[in-house]
């Protein structure tokens, strides 16, 4: 018989109690937030004990039909154990212990000695409200923990794998690294690897919270939780079960919910303290009046008593504030943003310096052709001739001039070409002399251009055809769409922004005069960054730190939050970041900043009223004026207003 399938540790105060869902050896086997099924009919036991309360009150004050002393035990017995068997064995078995300040004692104290002085409905009452409060708490706990498990649990039971020419089915633990899988559409991709298939287009909400499909090609990494949107594509595996992304993403959010923020330990540690305090405070409200009181009455004094015993229970602290970062948490993970605990939602609500990586943060890391200028040359043929010559070369910057021109280079007959080492290319393309590099190269041949171009900020290559300067193309990487937005809002919550780069301190200038970034550095190594960092620190900033490559993992391990950009960017970093962004959008930045101030906020909230409440009924009850009813409701009517105020957070907009 159980009051709650999930009655289980609300805010026993014990050394093994855990709110945070951690699995631990308590031989209670008390744990809030159990994954047990609950229904109405598996609560029968505490809706029978309701029944029995609400019928004897109607008799009593509806229909003034009272009982005497037996016929009320008669009744009334049952229906407490009903409703009070099992806080009734949680305390007996913590009493064996000698572990007496918890709640599931405090709570047989009082109700126990309701009966005792004859208050029979109320002791009954009480308890039934205390576990119908208990319930519902459960409830919360339970959909909170499901809610965000939900967000990322999408991994498939099953995956279609190529052996031998036949497709199997097969548990994904069970295909090995190399072999290849089919997704048909609709299907789930279950395992990390490559694309064989030409193209395909995948759905990756479930990785990075955004909806807009993903088109992908031939030799692009394609990642477990992705969905193939319109045809059958085949992949190859490149990552075992365990270890796909997704599965480390799931891990990280379970590992979230056991990593206790310091205002959960604070309320840890004040529990401990609290609750030994108010039953010395209810015994002293007892006996100590028989010392002033000339008219002293232990009965009425002993119902004080009971009072502050019940309204004193630290239920809705214990329990809506971990259910507050619990919502916190499932929040961020809606918006594509993974906070490896609930202490780094405290933590950036404390941040006010943003120090960030540029490449692949602020921007995309893809270089593209910016502009073409040319000199007295036909702009098309000169696109022509570049992209020809560079297409003989494996650089970046080659690639992009490359992908600008498209396929009209293609017919091109191109021939002897040369790596010149540090400065470019020479070749034959159409029969004219072509030279694409840097102005090094133009110097080395003597070919005069116009020397403007020495102060352009972004990358170029420049052109000369027949021993003629005939132009150039510059090359930059592209600022992400939002970043300049992320980086005023920044601004609009007094946050410092500080840029950190590896590129050419030009570039760098040019980036943050664009977005509106207050410091810049470029040309620097990693440990240069590092130093950066730790003079920020030494000047008392408190820093997230936002990279994307693994040569900002140790940047990112220094900082007071640790920010990964981009979930399915580099492991290295994603393992030692405190928080992962998985779409590489700057602007979570600035939703992390508001989801970790809002939980703060809802969390303060919760303990406001909590305290507020208890410490008014506390003195009513002192002063004879609350009786056991306004205690319980009181008691049992701010946690449930805790908890709802709590699971609201999962559906703010931020």
């Known amino acids: 018989m159980k009051v709650s399938n999930i009655h289980k540790d609300c805010c026993a105060i014990d ?41 004897m009150m109607v008799l009593e004050y509806g229909f003034h039909i009272t009982f005497n002393t037996l016929t009320q035990l008669i009744i009334f017995i049952p229906a407490y154990l009903l409703a009070g068997y099992n806080v009734l064995n949680l305390a007996f078995r913590k009493a064996l212990r000698l572990d007496f300040f918890n709640e599931f004692f405090l709570m047989s104290v009082a109700t126990l000695g309701a009966f005792a002085i004859g208050s029979f409905s109320e002791g009954v009452a009480v308890m039934v409200f205390y576990s119908i409060g208990e319930w519902f708490q459960d409830s919360a706990v339970n959909n909170a923990k499901r809610s965000i498990k939900a967000l990322l649990d999408i991994r ?72 193939n949107l319109n045809q059958v594509t085949e992949v190859q595996v490149k990552a075992a079960f365990k270890d796909s ?19 959960q330990l604070f309320i840890s540690r004040f529990a401990k303290v609290y609750t030994p305090i108010v039953f010395l405070l209810a015994v002293l409200l007892v006996a100590l009046p028989w010392f002033f009181v000339s008219d002293y009455v232990f009965r009425d004094w002993l119902y004080r008593g009971l009072v502050f015993l019940v309204i004193s229970c630290p239920c809705a602290l214990v329990v809506s504030i971990p259910l507050g970062y619990f919502g916190g948490i499932g929040l961020a993970s809606k918006k594509g943003i993974l906070f490896k605990g609930s202490n780094f939602l405290d933590v950036m609500t404390k941040v006010n310096t943003i120090v960030m990586d540029k490449t692949g943060t602020l921007t995309k890391g893809v270089f593209e052709v910016q502009k073409v200028v040319t000199n007295n040359f036909d702009e098309k043929e000169f696109v022509l001739l570049a992209a020809a010559i560079e297409s003989k070369s494996t650089h970046p910057i080659g690639l992009a001039v490359v992908n600008y021109a498209g396929g009209d280079f293609h017919n091109a007959t191109i021939t002897n070409v040369e790596e010149v080492a540090g400065h470019g290319l020479t070749g034959i393309v159409n029969g004219k002399l072509v030279l694409a590099g840097n102005t090094k190269l133009l110097k080395k041949f003597n070919i005069d251009y116009d020397k403007a171009i020495d102060s352009e900020a972004d990358t170029i290559v420049v052109l000369a055809v027949d ?160 009786t056991l009813w306004e205690a319980v409701i009181a008691d049992v009517g701010v946690a449930l207003l805790a908890i709802l105020n709590a699971v609201r957070i999962q559906r703010m907009n931020v």
């Open 15 to 55: 050394e093994t109690h855990n709110h945070t869902h951690q699995v631990h050896s308590d031989d209670d086997g008390h744990n809030h937030g159990s994954e047990e099924p609950s229904n109405w009919l598996s609560h029968w036991p505490l809706l029978t004990s309701l029944a029995v309360v609400v019928v």
């Open 156 to 227: 498939p039971d099953a995956v279609d794998v190529i052996r031998d020419g036949k497709v199997l089915t097969l548990a994904p633990a069970d295909v090995a690294i190399d072999e290849t899988i089919q997704i048909k559409p609709g299907e789930k991709v279950a395992l990390d690897g490559i694309l064989l298939s030409d193209k395909a287009t995948f759905n990756t909400a479930a990785l990075t919270g955004e909806s807009k499909p993903d088109n992908k090609t031939k030799g692009e990494n394609v990642l477990a939780g992705m969905i």
């Open 245 to 263: 992304k997704l599965s480390k993403i799931l891990e990280m959010v379970q590992d979230a919910t056991a990593r206790k923020s310091q205002t």
């Open 467 to 626: 021993s003629k300067y005939a132009g150039y193309i510059t090359i930059a990487d592209e600022i992400k769409e939002d970043a300049k937005q992320a980086i005023s809002d920044m601004h609009k919550l007094n946050i410092k922004t500080v840029m950190l780069s590896g590129d050419k301190q030009s570039v760098v200038v040019k980036v943050a005069g664009i977005l509106g970034i207050d410091h810049a550095y470029g040309d620097l190594l990693p440990e240069h960054k590092v130093e950066k960092v730790e003079q920020l620190k030494k000047e008392g900033k408190h820093i997230a730190f936002v990279g994307d490559g693994v040569n900002d993992a140790p940047v990112v391990a220094l900082a007071d939050a640790g920010i990964a950009m981009g979930g399915l960017g580099s492991d290295a970093t994603i393992e030692t970041a405190d928080i992962v962004i998985q779409n590489d959008q700057p602007s979570k930045i600035v939703t992390a900043i508001k989801i970790g101030k809002l939980t703060k906020n809802i969390v303060w909230q919760n303990i406001g009223l909590a305290m507020g409440v208890k410490i008014i009924v506390l003195l009513l009850g002192a002063g004879g004026v609350a």
